[in-house]
Each structure stands twice: as structure tokens, then as C-alpha cells.
């Protein structure tokens, strides 16, 4: 038997070490979770998770109005630095169209007329020239972008900062900054930039999304926490996975180029806007505002998302309130629990490679419960778990490997002595392996015994009784293998067969009943090889007796610890015993007791029947002659 065919424990037994097992893969594996360098494998499966999701459901609070090529062409001699009027006009319409909020994802560093009075430009055009950009930031509509990190905070020109209304920097500007992971993905958000002011009298901005989100509900940017969709947020809380609404191109958008159209205000489709948040970004061919989220990863990414969309993807997310949660440490250590708990009750009972399909299989379950999980906007931790259950599979199968082997080769030591090395390795295959320590199990027991033995023996020198035995026994054994017998002992010229034990019957008593008729056959052939090897000696004729009963036995390890054999006690032996006695009396090869009948389920023909009383019994006992098993009847 190959090394890798490992021993399998009792369907009833949960080792000990199996617990020890259980309680180092998932303390391991919750290592493993906290691990910083872990985090990478389970971000893979959150980013698969949203590529598998596609479009969660349609944006309904924002809306990106894109500066492309189209609107470019508008202008086509002017640089973006001197687009502040165009910027004014577009401003203008949304304002007038009913929009909620504007936001200005692009750094105004310089304003034109900073510009223009550097190259000497003293004209009252020249000193006018974001005066209409100047009167749309003064409605308090807009909010411009800015810049804050650990090192510096960047704002706008000053002359966009002074029209803001109140001069409320915190109000009105916002960082752009986006966070990316280790991997350079954006994934989170927050209520605050990464980096904080290192001058005292610089503000303290929030992020650029979360103030456009504060803006359309109408809250303060002053206070310490908000809510959004009944999610509450807090000033200095941790950042939170993002939501996206779904790969690039999910947010609608409109051409920055049809606001600056006559009759823009007259547009069904630029009227739909009422209501909205908008955000005006970069979105042509060339800029470098473009980023690694979620969908772009894997084999099949989709394309970089624009830094404006991002913005937008978190806005949507916090007004609508969809924001990922993630289970504590309880919650991860029961589900490691669990699947672990599955995995080894399976992995007890099964070789190695079904054992393996069946950790796929896990593993499988860990990613869809996952997959489930993330619908409900609830992030698992699934490589933690699957990396639990390979290292129970491993703890199980190296555990079986180095101590089945072991028990495998103690096994066929003890049975070999009773069943043929086929029925030893079926049993080791068995799902179920004996009690050698002693069980009560439902079996049938074999009793034959040679007739008139004495007699024979006293007329045939001590080593032709030898040969004799030798010779009837090598075939009687073989009948009795054949049925799956256990040959328990040979009493002098007695054989004591069991069926049903070690390797579970279920059809023992119907083996038992065949077995005693190929005994049977076998006693009417050595007749002639007796007449032939000892002609002339005027032996009686040979034959032989076999009792047959059903029910149940100890069987296991029974003596003393100098010596101890595997056998079956109790009222089921010491019956079938005074079966075999019995054929004397009545005349008749074998006889078989009603339980054994019963079991038999098959047509069994019967010659004489009587109830009788065997020493040691109060109660009768019920047995026939047994002649035959109807053709067609026995079982293959």
C-alpha cells in the first residue's frame, strides 16, 4: 500500500491533536492578517470583487463636467491659464440651472492678471480680466481645489481667494489629494488630507469630495463630525475603503463645451443637472491627472480613471451613504473557526487527494462567501481565512503522513495473523477502522469441527496427523477467505471464523451461511484425497460439523500484556459452539440459529428444524439444517 494512502480515524473519534490543529491555523493565519505585508493579497481579492461587479447601481448626486478635446477646440490659440472667463461663463449656467454645488478640480496657482501685469499689461481690460470668474467664486457656489501634505499646503492665487465669501478658506477650498496604498491604487477616502499644516496660520483643509458633500446637505465644515445617509464620519477618523460606484465611466458626464453654447440654458439634457453636484475636471488626451484604482488591476483592468471622476466616485459614495464595513476580530477568528471546523472533519475521513478537492473546495466557499459578503457592502476577510485552512490541511494530512503510517503497519501485524492481506487493505481503506481496544459490534460467528478426530488420530502417526490438518485446514481457509471470514483461532482440530468483523459487514450473516456450505464441500472432497493418501488404513469417513449464530460480541484486543490477540467473546461465540456440538445429535453437517437466518435476507433451503437446549442457556434456541441458498438468491 502506497505511503500516501493515509489511515483514516474513526468517523466517531475527534483526535486531540486535531483541536491542537484547529487552534494553530487559525492563530497562525490570524497572524498572518495582521501582518502589513498581508494586506496586498487581501486588497486582491477587493479589487476583484469590484471588477466582478461591474456598475452597482446608476450615480444619482454627481455629475462631471469634462474639459476634452471638444472643448478645446473652442478655443484653440488660448492656453488653460487664461481660460478663467470661459471657467465664469459655465459657472454662470450651472448656477442658473439649479446645481447644488460646483467643484474646481484644478489648481488655479496663477491668475491671468497676475500674468498679464508681470508682461506689463496696464489696460482696464488687462486689470479686468477675472473679474467675471471674481463674481461667480463671490456667490459662494464654487469650491476650488487646493493642495495639503505633510511638507506643504498649496492654495490658490490670491486674487481667487479674496473674493471667496468671508474669506472662508475652510468653507470654499479643498484638498485635491488623493490617498494611494502601498501599490499606488486609490482605495480610500477620508474627511482630512494625509498631510496636515505645518504653519499655524495656514487652514487646515478638508478633502476636496467630503467639503463638496458637506456643501449639498448643508453642513458646517467647522464641526467635528457629520452624517451622510445615516453613516456618521468623524473631523479626525480613519480613512474608509471607497465605494466606487463602478470602473471608469460610470459617472455621467457632459462637454465643459456645450455650457459655453448659446442656449445652453435651454438644453434638456444640461437642465437635468438641477440638483446636482457638479465637478469640473481635465479630461483630454495628454494630461497626467489620471490614476490606478480597483479596475485597473488584474489580467483584465480596465483603463486609468480620471482624477475628476475619483472625486466624483467619492462623492457619490458618501452621500449615498454606501461605505464598505469590515468584520473585528471576533468576527474573523469565528469565521476562521468554521471553515477550519469543516475542513478537518472532512480531511479526518478523507485520503490525501480527496482530501485536496475538498480544501479547493473550501477555499472556493471562503472567496464566494466573500464575493456574498461584498454585495452586502461588508469587506471578509478571505485570504486570511483560506490561508487557515491550508495550513489545517497541511497540519492534517502531515500529521496523518507521519503517524498513519505507523498505525497502518501496526494494523497489519495484528490481522494478519486472521484475514487475507486483500482484506487488511480494504480495512485500512475503510472509513472506519476497529476498536482494538474492545467494542460491542453485531456479528456472526463460525464454529467447525472434525468428526471422529480422536479416532483418526490414534491410527495415524503423529506426523500424518500433522500433515492431515495442514493440508484440510490450507483448504478450509481458503473457502473461508473467500467469504471475507476473520479465521480467529485454531482449537485443535476446531476453526473459530467471524464474519463481520474486523472489516464491517453488512450481509455477515448471509457470508457466515455460504462459508459453512463451501466447508461443507470442501470436507466431501477430502474424503478422497484421505482415502488416497492413507488407502487401506479403514479410517472413518471424514467429515466435519459447523455451527452457525448471529449477535453481538466483544471483539478487540483481549489477554495479557505479555500476550494478547484480537478475538470475540460473549453469549454469540459460546452459541455457535454448541451449534456445532449439536450436529452430532442431529444428525446433520450444519446447523444455523433463526438469528442468523433472519440476517440473512436471501432464500435459504432447510432441511430439519427443532428447538433445542444448550448448556449454559435458559431459554431454547430455534435452529435449522441448512442444505442450500436458493439459485439466484445469494448475493454477489
Known sequence: MSPLRLFRPSSRSWPWWAWLVLMLAVGLSEGLGRWEGWTGIEQWYGDAWFRSRGVAQPPQQVVLVKLDEATLGLFPDEPLVFWTPHYARACAVLRQLGVKVIGMDMLFSTSPEHWLSKLGGQSQAAREFDQAFRQELAQGRIVLAGMQSARETLLPAVDFLLPLPDFDLPRFIGAADMVPDPDGTIRRIGALPPGRPQRPDMPQLLTLPFLLALHATGQSPQAESWRFAGQSWQRDGELRPLVYAGPPGTIPGVSLSRLLQPGALDDPELRALAGK????????????????????????????????????????????????????????????????????????????????????????????????????????????????????????????????????????????????????????????????????????????????????????????????????????????????????????????????????????????????????????????????????????????????????????????????????????????????????????????????????????????????????????????????????????
Open 277 to 636: 453636484v457638479v465637478i469640473i475636471g481635465a479630461s483630454y488626451g495628454g494630461m497626467n491627472d489620471v490614476h490606478v484604482t480597483p479596475y485597473g488591476r488584474g489580467l483584465f483592468g480596465a483603463p486609468l480613471m480620471l482624477g475628476a471622476e475619483i472625486q466624483a466616485q467619492s462623492v457619490e459614495a458618501i452621500l449615498s451613504g454606501r461605505m464598505l464595513t469590515t468584520l473585528g476580530t471576533s468576527g474573523r477568528l469565528a469565521g476562521a473557526v468554521l471553515l477550519v471546523l469543516f475542513g478537518i472533519l472532512a480531511w479526518l475521513r478523507l485520503d490525501w487527494p480527496r482530501g485536496g478537492l475538498a480544501l479547493l473546495g473550501l477555499l472556493l466557499a471562503a472567496a464566494v462567501l466573500g464575493r456574498l459578503a461584498f454585495a452586502g457592502l461588508a469587506l471578509w476577510p478571505v485570504a486570511q481565512w483560506q490561508a487557515a485552512l491550508v495550513l489545517a490541511w497541511c497540519g492534517v494530512y502531515g500529521w496523518r503522513f507521519s503517524h498513519g503510517e505507523r498505525e497502518h503497519q501496526r494494523l497489519r501485524r495484528i490481522f494478519s495473523r486472521y484475514v487475507e492481506p486483500q482484506v487488511i487493505e480494504t480495512l485500512l481503506a475503510s472509513p472506519q477502522l476497529p476498536q482494538l481496544g474492545g467494542e460491542s459490534v453485531e456479528v456472526t460467528v463460525l464454529f467447525s469441527d472434525i468428526r471422529n478426530f480422536t479416532t483418526i488420530s490414534e491410527q495415524l502417526a503423529p506426523e500424518e496427523v500433522v500433515e492431515m490438518l495442514n493440508t484440510y485446514f490450507e483448504r478450509a481457509c481458503a473457502v473461508l477467505a473467500a467469504e471475507g471470514g476473520c479465521i480467529d483461532k485454531f482449537i485443535g482440530d476446531a476453526i473459530m471464523v467471524e464474519f463481520g468483523m474486523p472489516l464491517r459487514q453488512p450481509d455477515h450473516a448471509l457470508r457466515a451461511i455460504r462459508a459453512g456450505l463451501a466447508l461443507c464441500d470442501v470436507a466431501r472432497s477430502f474424503r478422497e484425497w484421505m482415502t488416497a493418501r492413507f488407502p487401506g488404513r479403514a479410517l472413518p469417513e471424514f467429515g466435519i460439523g459447523v455451527g452457525i449464530h448471529t449477535g453481538p460480541a466483544v471483539v478487540g484486543n483481549i489477554g495479557a500484556s505479555s500476550r494478547m490477540e484480537y478475538t470475540a467473546i460473549g453469549d454469540t461465540v459460546n452459541l455457535a459452539s454448541r451449534l456445532e456440538g449439536q450436529t452430532r445429535i442431529l444428525h446433520c453437517d450444519m446447523l444455523v440459529s433463526a438469528e442468523t437466518l433472519a440476517g440473512t435476507g436471501a432464500v435459504v433451503r432447510t432441511g430439519q428444524t427443532a428447538v433445542i437446549t444448550v448448556k449454559g442457556r435458559v431459554h431454547p434456541v430455534s435452529v435449522a439444517e441448512v442444505l442450500a441458498i436458493e439459485k439466484g438468491k445469494d448475493d454477489a
